[in-house]
């Protein structure tokens, strides 16, 4: 089992720029979520995809989007960046049948 | 639609003592029901998980947690805590997935829970 990872740990955009963040799940884990976390407050659904599909979206604008790969990959692509973007940001993935997700250790967001 | 409330936003107890963390919950289908810890900068990591099974869920690292429908709670406890058990507790409802839907986390606000000396 190699875990979820993600990349880059920390990162820093100016407000208006383009942002992407990518994820490595675990082989055979076909089902990829990602979630926001602001500072203090639990995390965030911002959408999820099954099979490199979007299944499931969250109340995030369409400047939020995503793409899954079939190596079990996955990016989240953030345009237009505005300063309340700025959380940790967590991807979460499982296999079909199983009923939690295995979660990486997030990339910190900060947007000046 | 469903909901998690956690009851404390800050827990602190002594090393040794009971851990108790609450939460309630909302949900219009049977509810999975999850607890996650998170340590400072890093990731969720899964304590335990109710999936309609038996009602009360031992979890990792001594951690346990009774599903009470009629009183739509999920409350962690520890009969002894460890300094190690600093941390923050989030406690998460899903609908129960489909093959290709569902399983999307409603999380709460978390709880930090510190341990003292």
């Known amino acids: 089992e190699t875990g979820v990872t993600q990349s880059p740990t920390h990162l820093i955009k100016t407000r208006g720029q383009q942002v992407t963040l990518r994820c490595s799940s675990q082989s055979g884990h076909n089902t990829v979520s990602w979630y926001q976390q602001a500072l203090g407050q639990g995390p965030q659904f911002i959408f999820q995809?099954?099979?490199?599909?979007?299944?499931g979206r969250g109340n995030f604008p369409p400047r939020f989007s995503g793409l899954q790969f079939p190596n079990y990959s996955s990016e989240l692509n953030v345009n237009a960046l505005e300063l309340d973007d700025s959380a940790l940001y967590l991807c979460a993935s499982r296999t079909q049948g199983v009923d939690g997700y295995t979660f990486g250790s997030g990339t910190r967001l900060t947007v000046v | 639609a469903q909901s998690v409330t956690q009851l404390g936003s800050h827990v602190s107890v002594s090393e040794g003592a009971l851990v108790l963390l609450r939460c309630n919950y909302s949900s219009s289908v049977p509810p999975y029901l999850f607890w996650y810890v998170q340590y400072p900068n890093q990731g969720l990591q899964l304590l335990l998980k109710y999936t309609s099974a038996a009602t009360l869920v031992k979890g990792i690292n001594g951690f346990e947690a009774e599903f009470k429908k009629s009183e739509t709670s999920f409350h962690l406890t520890k009969p002894s805590a460890h300094m190690s058990d600093a941390a923050e507790y989030f406690c998460a409802v899903s609908a129960r997935p489909s093959y290709n839907q569902g399983g999307k986390l409603i999380f709460g606000q978390g709880t930090e829970l510190s341990v003292k000396p």
């Open positions: 995809y099954y099979r490199e599909e979007e299944n």
